[in-house]
Every structure is written in structure tokens, then in C-alpha cells.
């Protein structure tokens, strides 16, 4: 019987849908290939996550589930994605019953694996010449006009990043906690330049009006942040909490930020 | 009006022309460079940033409406231009704040998201949202993204976003091409982009934005599902299964929101059979009044010519999907998601509270168009928001009226549309509630408006009957879009949240700036996660998100006296030590202003909606007069308090990381 089935399968070959199946395995293929390799092309993960995830499953299965044509372009696109997201959270939860833990590669088996099974389903429901594509029928003139639009809606996102990025808050952060190495009784002083330009600073440790430590010409460059140590002596009384001031190199009189700590 | 049976399956596919006026794209490109310009200048605090933010906004509106209102466009056409509008307007939250979450809620899913990619599995409880913890569907596709994509949280999402922004987009039109032509379809979804919440709020990272969707998604297979004849019955339903499945474990309101609408049309079936029966001899010709048999004559020559099978078959069919989502949202929340219950709660006891006020008469209405500081939005935003609503009204009424008036109506859907329609006008009295009514409104407004647009649609369906060709003859059509469109963006939206901007006191995306989140970054690296910190409502999102801390709410302790009183006295020192409080994040900024949305905590504080001053300085600078408190960090508007000696006992090592 089998062999009978087998037989009738062989001679339908050619004229199957083997469109599903084949951008199944293009896509797994590549995405897979760029894991084992290691080679981390953020500009091609992104575009080949996007096939995986919310191309790909919906699109074989679309063509599982309706080997006819069911409307028009606009159909299939909506059951192409829409699918794709249905699978994608119904499949997270069936990862996370069975094998609990939902990472990179138990999102890509289980993307691949759902979009095969509907490959095959599709291959052996749909006949290839009932799966006409529609085509997109783009003058030269027209793909250069969509061209132009996308280059502008691009355009705009970069202005808004710019401008997000130009019309930042500037300021400087100062910070004291115990060191890490709990042992001993050293303090983490800490200072982080989020002024958009190098500036140069000086600390000052008091206790009271005891001065414990100085720290001149501290500068740094926008985004760097300097940590220091400082040692305090355990065995002193101390009746009030130990000061640190930050003071910037172009306003040495005023203190630009103060932090305290009360010693245990 | 061309009400029709559903469509059949077609037979072949047409070829694909997307435009016959292709310049329209560049236009709306054109229009999103212009916004992107505005925003740039809005940061800039320059005064012609918010003509153009219109300017713009219409410019990627008006081309596209007008497309579509046009006779003789083919149905490819109207498609394209649908998505090429939904994807613009999902742009203009994206070129907002292009690059991290803005609105509140999506600072809950971030965090939600961190959380399952730290953990790598789901249901991980999340402080800041507890709810959504049992509702991952976004999180999960999220995840996914940024996993396989190697992209950030925020990438990943806007990704998402934008595939689900087309689902809504190609849902909404086949479904309303369901029981309509195409010419009504698409204007009913252009219709249902003026809604107040289509630009910004069902475009933010939350779940409702995936779960709204595929709600629809589900409504079209639900249409088709019960379609006749029946056709590829397996298949159909094996998608609108599906469909319900995710929805129900994405978004609970829509989850119910889609059981609600299936029970309706259910129930409208043998319903309208029902009153048919007892209205008959009520509309006879020897009927008395007779005012009153011209007037239900109408409406029941609505039923009278239903054939019997189809609407069996809507009937079984919308029946069993009622059950079945029902079923769905009721096995999930039983087994998975109870903490819903504990989240709605509250919401029907304001509600509740609300009521009791009415009834007592002392119940004191939101002034419409005023944001919690009192700051009133221009004259012209409030005529245009008035406008909008007495045309989504009017609009809705015209639809009822002229789905009576059409003796071949035969749809069940159609009359549970209408219901949702009215329904929404319902609603509307909602927005005078200050805080809970307008979040309500908010939040059932996407799902009623679908309902509405259709209504809308038909109306201006009536309205360009006749017309064969020039474009002046829509105008009068899409200035009533254009009203409906600005009017909308103002009620729903005060100026404020619109566009970026510089800083404003507890003010949504104008409040989030860079030195907020790096005092979130600092405290995950310098102090760890998961930490207890009391703030304010802005700072506890940045904290609770990239800080990935414990920020501790309302809902769990008191904590508004700790930073309202004038002094740190033995009560507010009981709260920290009762709610073990380690750090006290205190914005000094918040004395500089009245916060926009009413309150600086929660909206519950003394004074919400109703402060006439900001909070003195003196009440956030106390902290550092106090013995054994530390001020560990000072970035000069933030700063960081460590109060664990105020209830740690001495022995107690101090845990830093």
C-alpha cells in the first residue's frame, strides 16, 4: 500500500507546491549556517529572525490550510502574518511545557519545525499550478518612486534618532557606597561625565571640617566615569557623616554635587 | 447602501496595481520627514513646531483619505493605501521617541520582556506589573525577535509593532469586507484610523497592541467561519482557534472584549427573530398608531426577508465560538491568570465610588481638554474635539438610520456592530470621570470603535452616493475625516504627550530624559537588582524597568507620607521600616511645577487633580538632615538616598553588591 502511495507521490512531484518548503529550508538553512558559524551580521539576523518568525510558519501554513486560493494578496498576507504571530506565542508556551527554557535556539527549532510540518502538509495538498502567485506589476517609474518614499520614511527615522540624541540633559553623577570588599572600611567613590564635552573635576573628602582626601584635575571624556577608593580609618570616632564634594574645574567655588555616608 | 452577503471565495487571483496614483507615497513620506522636523524642533522648544506637527500629520492624512474616498479605485488600490496610512501612523509614535519606551505601560512590558529573556521562561513575576506576567504573549514574540534578531528589547518590539500594525490594518478591512463591498470597507477602516487611540496609544509596546490585532484577526476567520455557504470549513477554523488561543493568553480586556462581541451577535440572531414575532402585528397595514407602524415598518422588513439557513448557520456558528472563547478566557484565568481578578477589582470599586458620588451629589467632573496641572488646550483643539464628537454622533446615527432603511439587510454581525456602535456612545459621558473614566474610555474606546467606524462609513458611504469623478466632490467627506481626525489626537492627547519636548513635572515621554535613566542604570549596577526603592510615578518606571528594581507601589504600601510630610517623623519612619524600604529615589524636580497628569505619586495623593502649587523643595531635602541616612548618589536633579539604617538592625552587614 505504501509502495502504492509512494509511487503516486513520485509522479506528482513536479507538479507540487514545493514554494513553502523550499523558503522553509532557504531561511533555516541560512539562519543556521550564520549560528554555527558564529558570524554576527546584525543587518542580516534581524531581516532573517523577521522570515523566521513572522513570515515564514504563517505562510506554509496559509498554504497548508487553504490549498486554494482564498481571496487575494491582501488574504494571504494577513494569514501569512497573522499566523506567524498566532504560532510564534502558541509555540512559546508549548516551549515553555515541554522544555521550559525559551532561547534562541528553542525559538528557531520550533519556528523551523512548525513551518516544515506545514511545508509537507502543503506540498501534498496543494497543487503547484492552483498556487499562482500574484504578481506586483511595478513599472521602473513606480520602483523608483517607492524607492524614493522609503529612502525618505528612512530618512525621517534618522532625524528623529539625531534629534533625540542632540536635545540629551547634561550632568554630572557623583556617588559614594561601601567598597565592595566588605572586609575592610573603604568607601567607592564614584563620578560619571554625562556633560556631552570632556570636563575636568576635583573631590574633596571632609569629616566635618577635617579634610580625609583630596582629588585634583579628575577629567574626563562624555560618558567615561572614574571610580576611586578611599581607605577610612575604622578606629576614629566619628560624630558626623563623611562628606564628598565634586567641584568642576571651571566653578572650583561652588560645589557641583555632594554626597555623604554615615560610617558604621 | 451596499450591504451584501459574504463573499465568496474568489476563484482567481487578481494581479497587483498598488497605486494608480503612486506619487501619494512619497507625499506620505514627505509628510514623515516634516514630523520628524517638528519633533527635532519641539526638543528644541522652537514655536513652529506644532504647526507643522499638524501640518505634517495632515499631509500624510489628507492624500491617502481623499484615495480612498474616491469612486473606482480597485480593491488593490484601496489596500496598499490603507497600509501605506496604518504604517504611517505607526511611524509617528516611532519617530516620537525612536529609540526606547515613552508612554507608561510600555515601560511595564519592557520590563516584563528583560525578565523572560533573564530567566528564559514565562510567567516570571514582574512588581511593576503583576498582571502582565500572565499575559506574555508580547513578551514572548518580543523575546524571540531579539533573540534570533540580536537586537535590543526596543528594536525588537518596534519590529513587532509594525507586523501587527499590519494585521490590524488588512484584519479590519476583510473583516468589514465581510458583509460590505470594498468601496465601504476601506472607508470604514480609514474610519477607524480617526479613532483617539490609533496613533499613539494601540501603536505603544503594550500587549493590547499584539492582542488588538489578532482580535480582529480572529473577528475576520470568525466572519468567514460562519459565512455562507460554508467553505475550507477545517481550515477557517483551525485559524480562528488558533487566533482565539493567542489572544486569550496575550491581553485579557481583549480577550473579553472578543468574547463580549461574539456572545452579542450571537444572542442578536434569534433575538431579532423573536421581536420580529412580536413587532409583526405591530407594523400591519390595520395597525394603530400608524406613526408608530411607519416607524417599525423598517425595521422589520430588516428580518422578515432573512433566509432561514444562513442565519442558522451564523447563529450555531457564532454560538460555539462564543462558548469556546469564553471557555478559553475562563480556563486561563482559572488556571493561569487569577491575579486579574485581584487587577480589575479596583477598578469597578472607583467605579463604584464614582457612582456613590453621583448619587450623593458630590461628585465633581473632569474639565474636558485640561491636563491634572489645569493647563487648558487651545481653543481651536477643544472646537475641533467637541466637533469630533458630535460627528461621531451624528455619524453613528446616520448608520443606524440608514441600515433600517435598507430592505436587503440580512446580517446578525451587522446589528451586534450596531449595538457596539451605541455602545460606545455609552461610553462617551465616561470622560467626565476624572483618572478611571478616562483610562476606561481609553481602553474599551479601539474595540468600540470598530463598531463606529463601520456606522461612520455607511453614513459616508450615503453621502458620496452618485459620485462618479472629481475631487471636489469629496471634500466636504474628508473634512469631516480631517475634523474627526484633530479633533480625536486632542481629546484623546494633551499637547504634552504629543510631541517630545523639554522636561515637564510627571508628564508621560516629556518626563523621561536621559539623567533619570542613567540613575536607573546606576542603581542596577552600583546597588543590584531587585532592590526595594520608593519614587515617584516617572522615576519608578525607569527604576523598575532598566533599573530592573523593586519599586514599591500603592497597592503594597502607603508610602505618599514619607515624602509629603515636612519632616521624617516616627510614622514615616514606621512606613520605611514596615515596608522595608532600602532606597529612596527623590527627584528635586518635582517641586518645580504641577505635575501634568495630576499627581506626583499615584492618584490617590492628597491633592491629586486639584494642587494649585507644586510640592515644596523642603519636603524632598529633608532626607538629608536626617541621622544615619545616607545620600549616596547626586546627579544634581536626582538623588539617591540609602534609609536601611533607619530600620536595619546595627549588627546587619550593609548588602551592597
Known sequence: ?264 | VNLQQPRKMQSQLPAVSLFRSFWLLPLASLGLVLLAVANTGARAAVSWAEPLFWGSLLLLFVPLAAHLLLPGRSRNERVGTLLVLGLGFYLVRVLHHPTAPMFHDEFLHWRSTDTLLQFHTLFVPNPALPVGAHYPGIHALTAAVAQLGGVDIYTAATVVLGAARLVLVLALFLFFEQFSDEQVASVATLCYMVNPSFVFWSAQFGYESLALPLAIFALYGAARYTAFPPTNTIGVSLVVLASFAAVSISHHLSSFALAAFLSLWALTVPLCRSIGKVLRPLVSEQARPRWLARLLRPIMNAWSTTPATPQHWQFLGSTWLAVFSIVLIVAWITFVAFTVVNYAGPYFVRLGNVMHDIVQGSFVNRQLFSAGSGQVAPLWERLAGYAAALLTIAGVFGGLLLLFRARHYTNALVLALAAGAIGYLASHPMRFIPEIGVELAARTGPFLFVAVAYMLALTLHWFLRGLTAGIWRVLPALAVLVVMFVGNISIGWYPSERMPGPYQVVAQGRSIERQGEAAAHWTQEWLGRQQRIATDRINRLLQASYGRQHTVTNNELWIIPVFFEPQLGLEERAIIEDGRIEYLVVDRRLSSGIPMFGFYFNEVEPQAFNRSEPLPAEVLTKFDRIDQVDRIFDSGEIRIYDVRPLWREPDEQTAYP
Do not use: C
Open chain 1, 1 to 264: 500500500m505504501f509502495a502504492h502511495y509512494g509511487e503516486n507521490l513520485m509522479n506528482k512531484l513536479p507538479t507540487l507546491n514545493w514554494f513553502p518548503l523550499l523558503l522553509t529550508l532557504g531561511v533555516g538553512t541560512v539562519y543556521m549556517l550564520l549560528e554555527q558559524t558564529g558570524i554576527t551580521v546584525v543587518s542580516l539576523r534581524l531581516p532573517l529572525a523577521v522570515l523566521l518568525l513572522l513570515v515564514v510558519p504563517g505562510y506554509a501554513a496559509g498554504a497548508a490550510l487553504f490549498p486554494r486560493p482564498i481571496g487575494g494578496w491582501a488574504e494571504r498576507w494577513l494569514l501569512t502574518i497573522g499566523l506567524s504571530i498566532t504560532t510564534a506565542i502558541l509555540g512559546s508556551l508549548g516551549i515553555f511545557w515541554y522544555a521550559e527554557t525559551l532561547n534562541e535556539r528553542s525559538w528557531a527549532v520550533v519556528s523551523i519545525g512548525v513551518a516544515l510540518v506545514f511545508s509537507f502538509i502543503a506540498l501534498v495538498r496543494t497543487p503547484a499550478k492552483q498556487q499562482r502567485l500574484s504578481t506586483f506589476q511595478l513599472s521602473g517609474r513606480q520602483l523608483s518612486v517607492a524607492g524614493v518614499s522609503g529612502m525618505l520614511a528612512l530618512s525621517a527615522i534618522l532625524i528623529a534618532i539625531w534629534g533625540e540624541q542632540v536635545y540629551q540633559t547634561t550632568f554630572t553623577q557623583l556617588w559614594v557606597v561601601p567598597a565592595a570588599d566588605q572586609q575592610s572600611s573603604a568607601l567607592s567613590i564614584g563620578v560619571g561625565n554625562f556633560e556631552g564635552r570632556t570636563t575636568t573635576y576635583s573631590i574633596s573628602v571632609q569629616h566635618g571640617q577635617d579634610m580625609l582626601d583630596q582629588l585634583s584635575a579628575l577629567t574626563l571624556a562624555p560618558g567615561e566615569e572614574q571610580v576611586v577608593t578611599l581607605d577610612i580609618d575604622a578606629t576614629r570616632p566619628y560624630t558626623q557623616p563623611i562628606t564628598v564634594m565634586l567641584y568642576r574645574a571651571d566653578e572650583q567655588d561652588t560645589v557641583y554635587r555632594s554626597v555623604h555616608v554615615w560610617p558604621e
